[in-house]
């Protein structure tokens, strides 16, 4: 094991990302990412978890959500595995984040028709129609260590609201980055930029021994002295070793799933059996699959590992998991 953390597991990405002294990174690699578009100068971490408004609703917990001190709103997210509807899944985190935006009609105090007395009435405020649907921007950065099917084939995506014709921006406050980071293939002296050059550290720094010394920029200090895996807690420790030990049994589990798949199809072409069937034979493989990662979600849930979590690991839903 290096002497890094790994970003890609829950705690190695909260130490990197989401405690008080991940700010100065945090605003260093969002600022880099933003060049030209928007720059930072301060941010406060946001409660993470979205609760429901009603009974039937689901709720949210973000990675990390924070507000910039100019008001705009950003969300990181760092997914692990591929799972279904994770596009879809990223747009719910980005709506309920706008929509948190519009506050709540404002109680005020009102006579009552009916007796004359003063009571509480709800009342919308005196304010010009459209007024309260001012937006602030709203950025969504998503870290993902697998390829998604439904994006381009690079590394870093750019979504946003854009006229189909002409692809010009039509609406600002809706921002989406998405960062395919097995499609980030280049060598340290490859990187011609500080954010390539964070991007390459994020990717292999859980393999080293100490920073390497091309990577000169003050940045990379900070970022070497956070997360450096001795600096952990004994109770961060154990947290993240458990963390690592999941991550790998994860990694391993996908990697010899999608080898069962490959040599599925190819014996069933060379047999002569209809690339139907072979299709046929791989879903088979799949629901196996899906088998191997209920029996590790009722691990999990054993040792009694939040639904989030589990679900992130796993791939199954929460609903899922909770009926385990």
């Known amino acids: 094991m290096g002497k890094f953390v790994n970003p890609f597991t829950d705690l190695g990405f ?44 689901k709720g949210i917990i973000y990675d990390l959500y924070c507000r910039t001190s100019t008001g705009e709103y950003i969300i990181v997210e760092m ?59 709203v950025y969504g950065v998503f870290f993902m260590n697998f390829k998604e099917p439904d994006l381009p084939d690079r590394f870093r995506v750019d979504a946003g609201i854009l006229d189909m014709e002409s692809h010009e921006t039509l609406n600002p406050h809706f921002r989406q980055i998405y960062l395919q980071f097995p499609y980030f293939t280049k060598e340290l002296d ?8 964070l991007f390459y550290a994020l990717k292999n720094m859980e393999h ?22 001795a600096n952990l807690s004994p ?10 030990d999941r991550y790998n049994v994860n990694r391993l589990a996908e990697e010899a799933f999608l080898q069962d798949v490959e040599e599925a199809k190819e014996k069933a072409k ?19 699959e899906r088998q191997k990662a209920v029996e590790i979600a009722r691990n999990l849930k054993s040792l009694n590992l939040g639904l989030a979590d589990i679900a992130k690991t796993t791939g199954l839903s929460e609903e899922e998991i909770r009926r385990l």
Not at 281 to 288: I, K, M
């Open 208 to 229: 080293w021994i100490r920073m390497p010394d091309a990577l000169k920029e003050q940045v990379f200090a900070h970022l070497s002295r956070l997360a450096a895996v």
């Open 79 to 137: 997914q692990k595995r591929k799972h279904p509807n994770f596009l879809d899944r990223t747009l719910y985190y980005m709506c309920r984040a706008v929509s948190r935006q519009i506050e709540a009609p404002l109680a005020v105090e009102v006579p009552s028709p009916d007796d004359g007395e003063e009571g509480l009435e709800v009342r919308e405020p005196s304010l010009p129609y459209g007024t309260n649907y001012k937006l602030h921007t």
């Open 190 to 197: 490859e990187c011609d930029t500080l954010l390539e050059r």
């Open 270 to 288: 060379e047999e002569g059996i209809a690339e139907g069937l072979a299709e046929g034979l791989a879903e088979g493989l799949a629901e196996g």
């Open 14 to 57: 909260k130490i990197i990302f989401g405690q008080p002294a991940s700010k100065p990174f945090l605003i260093t690699l969002l600022n880099e990412l933003l060049a030209g578009e928007h720059r930072i100068e301060d941010l406060v971490f946001l409660d993470k978890e979205d609760h429901a408004e009603h009974v039937r609703d």
């Open 235 to 244: 109770e961060n420790r154990l947290a993240y070793d458990r963390a690592v």
